[in-house]
């Protein structure tokens, strides 16, 4: 009885048969990933900076409402806490933004902002989302000709 061997080129053919698919599989879930991360972090960047942008522009805002007897009197200018406070918040809620508004020593209008980034690819590995915030300052001055006085 005489046995037919298969020769080595043939069964070592056999056993690699199907690596391509698997190696094509891995490397495609790898590219979508890194892809998902750049876009996301993309995103995660722009919004942190429109973060700051808002709170930056709540900030001015809030530094426009002076206390206007002491500033006619020339005593010099100080921001009206509460019409400040006021101001900031109403920009935030234009800018569809939360935050808080400080006005500490009456010259410095601190404005303080957060939202969520909702990622676009991360969430297919359970990071729906992401946290952002932003800090902005306006100080109140008097400037004349251009100079501060």
């Known amino acids: ?30 590219m979508i990933i890194g892809v ?9 960047v ?10 930056f522009q709540a900030a001015r ?4 409402q002076l206390q206007g007897g002491s500033a006619i009197r020339g005593e010099g200018v100080r921001a009206d806490p509460r019409q400040a406070a006021v101001a900031a918040q109403t920009y935030l809620a ?3 933004m939360t935050g808080s508004v400080s006005v500490p020593g009456g010259d410095v209008v601190v ?6 980034y909702e990622t676009k690819f991360l969430s297919f ?5 992401m946290r952002v ?4 300052q306006a100080r109140v001055v008097r400037a004349v000709g251009g100079v501060e006085q």
């Open 1 to 30: 009885m005489r046995r037919l061997r298969r020769s080595p080129t043939t069964d070592s053919a056999a056993r690699e048969r199907g690596s391509v698919s698997s190696w094509l599989v891995t490397s495609t879930f790898v």
């Open 36 to 44: 998902g991360i750049a876009v996301d972090l993309t995103g995660q």
């Open 46 to 55: 722009h919004a942190q900076q429109h973060a700051r942008d808002v709170a």
């Open 61 to 64: 805002a809030g530094g426009q």
């Open 94 to 96: 234009a800018a569809d």
């Open 111 to 116: 404005v303080r902002t957060s939202d969520v």
């Open 125 to 129: 590995i359970g990071l729906s989302s």
């Open 133 to 136: 915030s932003g800090e902005g």
